[in-house]
């Protein structure tokens, strides 16, 4: 009998999918970024071939930003403290379909495709998924997760010491070797995002997640459109 309770509950951990599994294509809690922060400027990446797989990414099908409202009234807050400041943000991704990361991980296992290798110059293509450089399940798809920087009020760049998806020690928040300058900008971006109630990652200077995210299990999948 004790044999036949461990091979049920065994049966049953493999067939009920665990929370972190969770795909969803319900996107009623989502709205556009520009429909509440009207001078934000957009770079969408993944629309386009300029990022590291040199090509256009699954479920990209517009130049569109999203995230959840409750991300989005942060974002609203952070933006709102930059304005103040002379300043203005730039999205480059933000809320981005499961089939889209699928996308990335299908490429990394394609030997014959080298990609952008400007993004990963002293990393072979392999290392970017072993090194937790790209991931197989992103907190961009849980949607409250973005990419961004902050330009000049009349769209001139602000030097940040690097470029976005950059795969490198130069993209981490502290790295050494930046000016006094781009150590100021960036500590600039991270503490009107902090402020809002996001929290950064320690090897992307550009990214930036809801603390109290509302879907820490769900995996979106609908399209940018």
């Known amino acids: 009998m004790k044999q036949f309770l461990l091979t049920l509950i065994l049966i049953i951990n493999m067939t009920i999918p665990t929370m972190a599994e969770i795909i969803s294509d319900d996107k009623s809690?989502?709205?556009?970024?520009?429909?509440?922060?009207?001078?934000?400027?957009f770079d969408i990446r993944y629309y386009s071939s300029n990022n590291f797989t040199g090509h256009k990414i699954d479920g990209y099908h517009a130049p569109r930003a999203y995230l959840t409202k409750k991300a989005l009234k942060a974002l609203a807050l952070a933006a709102e403290d930059l304005r103040a400041q002379g300043y203005r943000l730039l999205i480059w991704d933000s809320y981005r379909p499961q089939k889209a990361v699928n996308h990335?991980?299908?490429?990394?296992?394609?030997?014959?495709?080298?990609?952008?290798?400007?993004?990963?110059?002293?990393?072979e293509k392999?290392?970017?998924?072993?090194?937790?450089?790209?991931?197989?399940?992103?907190?961009?798809?849980?949607?409250?997760?973005v990419d961004l920087t902050i330009i000049k009020k009349n769209g001139d760049p602000v030097d940040m010491g690097g470029t976005f998806d950059l795969f490198s020690e130069i993209s981490h928040p502290d790295y050494a070797g930046l000016s006094d300058e781009q150590k100021n900008n960036r500590r600039i971006l991270h503490d009107a995002m902090i402020k809002a109630g996001f929290k950064g990652l320690d090897s992307e200077w550009w990214h930036f997640t809801l603390e109290d995210e509302p879907y820490k299990d769900i995996y979106f999948n609908f399209d940018v459109e």
Do not use: Q
Request: charged letters at 25%.
């Open 29 to 41: 809690d989502f709205a556009e970024i520009s429909s509440m922060i009207d001078d934000v400027a």
């Open 104 to 123: 990335f991980v299908k490429w990394i296992n394609d030997p014959n495709d080298a990609g952008d290798k400007s993004f990963y110059p002293s990393l």
């Open 126 to 145: 392999s290392d970017l998924l072993a090194g937790n450089y790209i991931m197989a399940k992103s907190g961009h798809t849980r949607g409250s997760t």
